[in-house]
């Protein structure tokens, strides 16, 4: 009859304040250079962590974030009430223990909070760079945040993890240094975009192009092309739920009893993603939004590049994907789980259920934690026995 | 081993050259009242007819076109190769077949293909009625697709059909006069939007209002706003197709072998996409395509308002729904069997395979050929007596 012990549990699970931290590298003459042949320097990488690095280093897990997210995965900080966006998943005794491991979260370069992208200053010009900034890839993604790994001195990570584009992430570490990651969670991801993908895409960044105030890019002194990028971001809120979530939320409810007879938000289901979409230019770049949205599209570890024939590898995999999810389906998940099969690669797969679509990752909290508890348990004990629960599909 | 027979069916299928017509009415001081209080006057139908109605005037069968749609769905217009919408399906011969039954298409009220809509003449001001032009529903369509039928002397239909926005109208054909239509095919539709279908009207809707050119709905002097028009098409185009017939269709092919590194259309599906976005401005109205999508999202024929308690109603039902789309996914036609069960109306229900999307009712021609056939000729000679197919759920 005491709810005492839930409280005292709630107020133990919080990281508490955090502070957005920055390491810049990559300063000239040593450029990072890109997969596509293009090279930028200086890179500044914003990062956050939760935790205690161990003595020996050995207890530190990457988490990557979606394309809109940013370094700030938990905790809140200092005269702001909003949490990171994984917060109900990283703390003491949440799914990313932070009372047992050490946890690093780093905005993607190209993005737009903190890390190097087209709205910071190109130093050759001492003007943001809009669309001079080079075209970047996951894997240039993934070679900055090996930058920052090396600067915090950790030789290889207990875990690299992340859903949607932070699951593609987490994928091209295996990729691109298995040698460097004991384990790998991608969630709600894919090993390339299908055309249907790449589609959302292209009208989320014709959404941007079409509004006259984006000139080109180059509107940084003008401010926001805030009516394309709004309309972006609801098309991308449809995407992120699912039919039946969308039901359960709104249903055909109006915001007022009749219509507008106008073009106004007469369902509540329209003001919603209005909201969204307003509220979403006053924290993200829009240039960002083309630059990460095509890294995405261009994303593709399919037909044996996630582990190349011969390479031996023994990063473990935990591969979770939702129901309800139509942006990022299960099938999508179930090809990863098929390519490592295909390579020997120890690897565990679970559907969950749920109605929330591809929000799930960021929603579904209680089973997420519980089989990623326990993967990353077995992992630090470098123990290969796990059998998986009921819902596990062992491939 | 020779297949002259076929070619000859071929030809046999065409309706040949047709002509779109005109039917003016509602002229003051008897303008058409619409539902929700305006009046509306005069009123201009642009129709097309295909086929002989019979001496006792009882072969009709009433086509809805669905969004986009126009009066033109079958046949050729002189000195123009394209065929109308659902050629495949009306002509002699086909499911529609149009050397037993007389076939009528009408553009819808709202509409910018011939009949009235915002881009018509205010006759009160002499110029566009642009946002002037009153908000519309399906039954308003409904109304004004009767005065035709009346203009006709066509006292009652054999059949309306129709997919999508088509089907909505025919299910408000059986619910505003159920005495005035035999039976009716709703294909690939709804009692009622979702939210999720909503929201991507609203994203449709908000395509266009956010492009400046819109100029609030006033651009008939200067232009259509293109590019908003186009990005609402694009859209709109994905929700037409699955996943699946995108992978089929484009995979992840390139337009040239590397990428843009700009914002190029880089993939087929983008490049398809931008095209189908242009070539839609210069055919369609962009005030149309506000006051359409707002008709079809207040459309709510659901808790029993498609056949009220008590009201006895002969017509019959033949719906249909594609298992791909999820754009209206078949539960929503499934609700539709459910509420006619429930009136005990004489309703059959068939889930056909495709893996199409919304877009089967217009690419799936012979499995509805063969269903609408049967279900036709049994209307017509009085029966009631047809079980289905191995597809069909009787309900």
Not at 92 to 111: A, E, L
Not at 208 to 225: K, L
Not at 254 to 262: A, G, H, I, V
Request: proline content about 4%; some cysteine.
């Amino acid at each position: 009859m005491d709810s005492a012990p839930v409280k005292k549990e709630k107020t133990l699970c919080d990281v508490g304040i955090v502070e957005t931290l920055f390491h810049t590298f990559a300063r000239a003459p040593h450029e990072l250079q890109l997969e596509y042949g293009d090279r930028i320097g200086p890179v500044t990488m914003a990062y956050e962590t939760y935790g205690t690095l161990n003595a020996d280093r050995s207890n530190a897990i990457l988490v990557c974030h979606a394309l809109s997210g940013d370094a700030h995965a938990a905790g809140i900080h200092a005269g702001d009430e909003n949490p990171g966006w994984w917060n109900d998943m990283i703390g003491p005794g949440k799914g990313f223990d932070t009372s047992k491991y050490f946890v690093i979260c780093s905005n993607v370069i190209g993005g737009c909070r903190g890390s190097t992208g087209p709205s910071s200053i190109h130093p050759g010009t001492g003007r943001p760079y809009a669309l001079e900034f080079p075209f970047i890839t996951i894997a240039d993604m993934v070679n900055a945040q090996r930058c920052l790994i090396d600067h915090l001195d950790i030789e290889k990570l207990l875990c690299v993890t992340g859903g949607s584009m932070g699951g593609m992430q987490a994928l091209q570490w295996a990729a691109s240094c298995p040698e460097r990651v004991r384990a790998v969670i991608p969630i709600a991801t894919t090993l390339k975009h299908s055309p249907q993908q790449i589609a959302f895409n292209e009208v989320v960044r014709q959404s941007i192009i079409a509004d006259p105030t984006w000139r080109e890019g180059n509107y940084y002194d003008d401010g926001q092309p805030e009516k394309g990028l709004a309309l972006a971001r609801m098309i991308g809120h449809i995407t992120f739920m699912s039919d039946r979530s969308m039901e359960e939320k709104f249903s055909r409810r109006l915001k007022k009893s009749t219509p507008s007879f106008k073009f106004d938000a007469d369902f509540e289901v329209e003001g919603y993603l209005r909201n969204r979409g307003e509220s979403f230019v006053k924290r993200f770049d829009a240039n960002s939004y083309l630059y990460i949205t095509k890294a995405m599209d261009y994303f593709d570890l399919s037909g044996g590049k996630l582990i190349p024939q011969g390479r031996h590898v023994d990063t473990r995999f935990l591969i979770i994907s939702f129901q309800s999810d139509w942006l990022y389906p299960s099938y999508q998940s179930q090809e990863i789980a098929r390519e490592l099969k295909g390579r020997q690669v120890d690897c565990t797969y679970c559907e969950l259920k749920s109605t929330y679509g591809h929000d799930a990752f960021l929603l579904e909290v209680e089973e997420q934690t519980e089989l990623i508890r326990h993967f990353l348990s077995t992992t630090s004990r470098g123990l290969h026995s796990w059998n998986g629960n009921g819902n596990a599909v062992r491939s």
